[in-house]
């Protein structure tokens, strides 16, 4: 007996589990005991009641509220609460969510008619719709509208009154910072003495001479104590959030003129920069950025050059705040060509759950300042936002991005995935298959995190690796065991090819990076190449996972696992290709003209690089055999070409041998 989820591609098998069995359902996270559902490729485990409810629900909605983007269902929720969109209940468990932005939805209100919809929408005054998303100037970062029904086992108190929630309110749930919507007002506003006169007071006072014995904290309470003596301390911990308020006038920033030299929030003397909206300490101008440590702005994260400002009161171990002049004095409000029904906001920080935003524009991942329009959840940022002309792609990357998906779903993820560029030189991520940097093209889970490169996604789930191409070799999570090709111990944290007949496990560099074995007169068995894609494996090895793991030379003792090699798997040993020795320039029968060893060879742009020989794919910074009369028209593989070689004329010059040091013993003195 089986049954097939709306929401799962594949079809799932009755089970009967023990308590022995340590299977855990993926819907309620409690452990299984009992009928069960399970899909055993993708290790998916349900309770047999928690299946059935989640049989006929799709696993996208399109809904009218909210129809720039695509919902998803999400059933694997129970940990954590949420904010319904629409009835702005806090609710648990399955749901609809947005994979690009923060709205949701619980079942009933995702599959309530439409009318119904409206009319609770039209229940909310104008007043309430406009002010749903509020920053006020008693927290640092933008609060959301809710209504609290509390379905948890925990409550939530109000952060001024601290008493328990009911009703309206307004909450960040990032820092679990909420205010009743009566408690808004109760803040007063004559304790808020004009934010940048709180900034320059307290930059002065830690800057005078001789030095104030003065804390942040003690000056802030002094000036909140003086101006209406009030007992503010359940909101202001610290002088950063007393520092961050900005006007409660507005929900948004406020509009401007660029061309303007005074800008709202903001007050400017000849040395000093004083805007709390962008940054809660006082600004020091600098003539000159390039001689700071820090090599990269706070605002648009790119190079520091020309005129700028510091943040004195940023510890440097932090690394600092660091801005352009331009980035400085942004306007709060733009019209972009981009989004020209509505006007575009300037945000210091992204406004979600994350700290991070995929621009609109051009897919880039951000971390720096962005424009953003709250009614259509349009992001932009610095560079889009600021790019004076649209510049048009060429027809190659143009057809490139035609072709991308935007979002998809993948086997080794419950969420969606969202392509996005990483490209910001800061940020230090690992793709959780391959554990490589992430740079460039990349899927990324806005939910949890979850980040692969492209090259990555396009994995397949089962494949034959050519040195074990009897059985089908499986994608999958393994800690434990060593790689049959390279001896390595299998990454504990990413995924590996395993076949589950042999138990012979494979790292993905090395299961994609064994092409055909070559013969040499050398040594009496076949021997295996290890290019690119193993040494960058092999440097992000020892960093993460042995550091004084090396693989040495068989002939000459010197390491080999710093760049390319051979390697006989029957006698785990490895070659330098020099060691080999392979030919420098052979005369091969699979081209008419002598052909010479190179280290690599990118013939042009496309991305696709093949072998001339056998008409397969090859990795473009791996060796090759080059005809240099043909100027690159004739490219080979190795074994290609040495396949079918007749004369050799100049051989590499193996390395010298080295002399083989043996360890010391440690010794006891008696």
Not at 289 to 308: D, I, K, T, V
Not at 493 to 517: Q, R, W
Request: proline share 4%; glycine share 6%.
């Amino acid at each position: 007996m089986e049954i097939k989820l709306a929401s799962h591609e594949h079809s799932m098998d009755h089970h009967y589990f023990h308590d022995t069995d340590d299977k855990w359902c993926d819907k309620c996270s409690k452990k299984i005991s009992g009928a069960a559902y399970a899909c055993l490729s993708c290790e998916l485990w349900l309770h047999e009641s928690c299946a059935k409810a989640l049989q006929h629900l799709p696993r996208e909605i399109t809904h009218p509220l909210h129809s720039q983007h695509r919902l998803v269902l999400d059933w694997s929720g129970t940990t954590r609460d949420f904010t319904c969109d629409i009835c702005l209940k806090i609710s648990t468990g399955t749901n609809y969510g947005c994979c690009r932005c923060d709205f949701e939805l619980d079942l009933v209100c995702a599959f309530a008619s439409f009318d119904h919809q409206a009319m609770k929408m039209k229940q909310r005054s104008n007043a309430a719709m406009d002010r749903q998303i509020i920053q006020h100037y008693c927290h640092a970062h933008p609060m959301v509208l809710n209504n609290y029904n509390n379905v948890g086992e925990h409550g939530y108190n109000c952060s001024w009154c601290d008493k328990p929630l009911t009703g309206i309110f307004y909450g960040c749930k990032g820092c679990g910072f909420f205010l009743h919507q009566f408690c808004l007002n109760k803040v007063t506003r004559r304790a808020i003495v004009a934010e940048s006169a709180i900034s320059t007071l307290i930059f002065t006072v830690q800057n005078s001479f001789p030095p104030l014995n003065m804390s942040a904290t003690t000056i802030v309470s002094l000036i909140l104590v003086s101006a209406s003596g009030i007992r503010f301390s359940n909101i202001i911990s610290n002088a950063s959030l007393a520092m961050s308020f900005v006007p409660a006038e507005t929900s948004t920033p406020l509009s401007m003129d660029g061309k303007a030299l005074e800008l709202n929030g903001m007050e400017q003397s000849e040395m000093t920069l004083v805007r709390p909206f962008i940054h809660e300490h006082p600004l020091k101008f600098c003539e000159e950025m390039r001689e700071l440590e820090q090599q990269y702005c706070n605002g648009c994260r790119l190079e520091l050059s020309g005129p700028g400002y510091i943040c004195e009161g940023c510890p440097h171990f932090f690394r600092g705040y660091r801005l352009h002049e331009s980035c400085a004095k942004l306007p709060n409000q733009i019209q972009h060509p981009l989004h020209p029904t509505h006007h575009l906001n300037l945000y210091a920080r992204s406004p979600y759950m994350l700290d991070y935003i995929i621009c609109d524009g051009c897919d880039d991942f951000s971390l720096g300042f962005i424009y953003l329009c709250e009614k259509c959840d349009f992001k932009l940022d610095l560079k889009c936002a600021t790019r004076t002309r649209t510049t048009t792609p060429s027809g190659s990357s143009r057809s490139k991005e035609s072709e991308r998906e935007t979002e998809l779903f993948h086997f080794s993820h419950k969420h969606k995935l969202i392509f996005c560029n990483f490209n910001d030189p800061r940020y230090q991520r690992r793709c959780n298959f391959c554990r490589l940097q992430i740079f460039g093209p990349t899927y990324n889970c806005i939910t949890c995190a979850w980040i692969l490169h492209e090259s990555c996604l396009k994995l397949p789930q089962e494949t034959r690796v050519p040195i074990h191409s009897q059985h089908v070799s499986i994608l999958s999570y393994m800690r434990y065991g060593r790689c049959h090709a390279c001896g390595l111990k299998l990454l504990p944290a990413g995924y590996n090819y395993g076949c589950k007949d042999c138990h012979l496990n494979f790292h993905i560099a090395c299961a994609g990076s064994l092409s055909g074995a070559m013969k040499r007169e050398s040594h009496v068995h076949h021997l295996h190449y290890f290019g690119t894609e193993f040494h960058r494996f092999f440097a992000m090895y020892t960093d993460l996972i042995d550091l004084y793991a090396g693989l040495s030379c068989s002939h000459c003792g010197g390491v080999c696992s710093v760049g390319s090699f051979y390697r006989c798997l029957e006698c785990d040993i490895n070659f330098h290709l020099e060691c080999v020795p392979l030919p420098q320039i052979v005369k091969s029968k699979s081209h008419v003209h002598p052909l010479t060893l190179k280290d690599s060879f990118i013939e042009d742009d496309s991305g696709e690089y093949y072998c001339d020989a056998c008409e397969e794919p090859r990795h473009p910074g791996d060796h090759v055999y080059f005809c240099e009369e043909c100027k690159g028209i004739f490219v080979a593989h190795i074994e290609c070409a040495l396949s079918k070689e007749e004369k050799v004329d100049v051989y590499m010059v193996p390395r010298e041998r080295k002399t083989r040091m043996r360890k010391p013993r440690l010794t006891w003195r008696a």
